[in-house]
């Protein structure tokens, strides 16, 4: 076992253990990794009055200082990327060669907001009456708490953390039950390369709903962030208005990949294959609703097929595997009841569609559904797995309607080559995000995050940081 893995609560500076623990397993061999300390009310309380503590001190300090810090946990971070890739890819299943991925993407994030960190700055504005003067400050909001999901365990925590620690601020993290040694090994990394203690304070716990009230109704916690379902962030979002929390959420997503008749279909197929397949289509902003131009759908559904039916499954660990297992049986037996529900519709299965019982129980077959219409269930439900589903589309209104035509719009994709039509869908697509020609659209430099149900706020860029901070407006008198 590595010396990043860590089983218990990180508070102050130091591993907290509990009597009561929770089992974190392989999903890939159904083995157990380890047993964590199981966070409860009292331990989330203390370790809310630890980053108030820690405030005080943490704030005071210079811009520099603070990118500085961050600057050494980033290389921590590189310098550990095998490990850190390893120990992910066993608690979550990812391939480790993408896991590697990961935490460079994680670490870029806390790159970026090293140097955010020395660029925040006011205004010095004009007046109407001589004798005042008014300048606007940046101020840290304070004691932060975030709730960071299974899926991305890496790079989900560092692109809260970062941005809160850039702007002065500490906080108290919530990471996923069924992923948390990703988390705890970063609080270790960041202890070692001396970010103070009571800055970072991590809570895993199998109580989400208890922890997750109490992070949004304290009155000391000034700001929560949280990536997860829809449904949770609405309870969240209600508990947090209690005491007029300051939010950022980014929820749940029902993409759409467009074709048109002008796209390049093999690049299409290649920018699919990018958005959809990255952690086995478990991701937020992964395609989730194909709608392909009839007159070119027989030679799209051939060109995606044949990828799709190439890549390699198996555990995470083993040379050349592209694809893991889904995260537990429940992400399983939702994936096939989309299928199955769409093929006894009349969907057509091109390839897969099954669960691979000779590799394990949670590895899904890579999937290609052609004939899929908007009646299907898999249609309007986030699929959040290894799954194509096609339809299709004669008139541009048409695709553009059937892409919006969902409460969600955190991220979209389109392939064309017509100049005039990327700027027309571009602009009418309701959705925080769009690639076009791409499927890669996530990067430190980009505003992350969505609109409509798909949450408030934006990760990631030189917007990430304002979620952290509050303005304040100063009024010299008297100066005349």
Known sequence: MSSLTKKDCFIEGHWVPTDNRFKVTNPATGE??????????ELTRRAI?????????????????????????????MD??????????????KPVAEAAGE??????????????????????????????????MKQPIGVCAAITPWNFPNAMITRKIAPALAAGCTIVVKPPQLTPLSSLALAQLASEVGIPDGVINLIPTSDAKTVGKILATSPQVRKLSFTGSTGVGKILMQQCSENVKKISLELGGNAPFIVFEDADIDAAAEQLMACKFRNGGQTCIAANRVIVHESVKDE?????????????VGPGDQEGVELGPLIDQDAVDKVQRLVVGAKSDGATVETGGHVLTDIGDLFYAPTVLSGVTEEMEIDSEEIFGPVVAISTFETEQEAIDKANNTPFGLASYFAAKDTARIFRVSEALE?????????????????????????????????GIDEYLEIKTVTLGGLG
């Open 32 to 41: 157990l990794i380890t047993e964590v300390s199981d966070a409860d009310e």
């Open 49 to 77: 009055n630890v980053a108030e503590t820690a405030l005080k001190k943490w704030s005071k300090k210079t811009a520099k200082e603070r990118s500085d810090l961050l600057r050494k946990w980033y290389q921590a971070m």
């Open 80 to 93: 550990n990327k095998q490990a850190l890739a390893e120990l992910m890819s066993a608690e979550q299943g």
């Open 103 to 136: 935490v460079e993407y994680g670490a870029s994030f806390v790159d970026w907001f090293a140097s955010e960190a020395e660029r925040i700055d006011g205004d010095i504005l004009p007046v109407a009456d001589n004798s005042k003067r008014v300048f606007v």
């Open 300 to 312: 799209f559904v051939k060109a995606i097929t044949s990828k799709v039916s190439a890549l390699k």
């Open 431 to 463: 959705y925080g995000m769009v690639g076009v020609n791409t499927g890669g659209i996530s990067h430190a430099y980009n505003p992350f995050g969505g609109i409509k149900e798909s949450g408030v706020g934006r990760e990631g860029s030189k917007y």
